[in-house]
């Protein structure tokens, strides 16, 4: 437990209040613009392919998790038919990643979602989430859950509660920046200052 008061974070590191949510009955569909979208699911989806769409989706936003997995435990998780990647298509063109990933029994965990920077702040974003609700309780699940970060786009924590999730638990996290190991080019995430060691 960290005591009041203020904590250094070490140079090369970023620090972030993660906050998580859940639902535990399916939230009402909110209205959302007529968008020219379309979900396509991809069933064990090769791991090049899939880092590339990560990386042009979560390049703003400092996602590091899944650039950090040995290739063949990524490989592994893909290839899980409980893990449901779908691309965000517009026309051919793919401008979004949403995962679910129902491995714990009776529960789902929006585990990845996002859109490509042009694409927020269209009405992308209530339209994915209106088909993730629908997609994860069609399962008869007891439980979505989701975590966002301070890192993430200013609207995100909002988004997800206007959604219908209910914040529970908040952590500190502590971590190596990526632009500093190499994983994110070091122009990403302008927002969040680069400190080094």
């Known amino acids: ?44 989806p090769d791991p090049d392919w899939y880092l590339r769409l990560f990386r042009r989706v979560g390049h703003p936003w400092l996602w590091f998790g899944r650039l950090e997995m040995a290739r063949a435990d990524l490989q592994r998780l893909l290839d899980d038919p409980l893990v449901h990647v779908h691309a965000v298509m517009e026309g051919e063109a793919e401008v979004g990643l949403l995962e679910l990933d129902f491995r714990v ?26 088909r993730a609700i629908r997609m994860a309780w069609v399962e008869g699940i ?12 200013p609207a995100a924590l909002e988004f997800y509660r206007r959604s219908g999730f209910v914040p529970y638990k908040r952590e500190i996290e502590i971590a190596p920046d990526p632009r500093l190991i190499g994983l994110i080019p070091e122009d990403a995430a302008p927002h969040v200052p680069l400190i080094r060691g």
């Open 142 to 153: 007891r439980r979505f859950h989701v975590h966002t970060c301070t890192l993430d786009h």
């Open 1 to 44: 437990m960290l005591e009041d008061g203020l904590h250094d974070v070490p140079a090369g590191h970023t620090a972030s209040v993660v906050t998580y949510l859940e639902m535990l009955s399916e939230a009402p569909e909110r209205a959302c613009a007529d968008v020219p979208l379309r979900l396509q699911r991809v069933m064990r």
């Open 105 to 130: 029994q009776g529960q789902c965990e929006l585990a990845y979602f996002g859109l490509v920077p042009g694409m927020v702040g269209a009405g992308a974003g209530r339209w994915m989430m209106n």
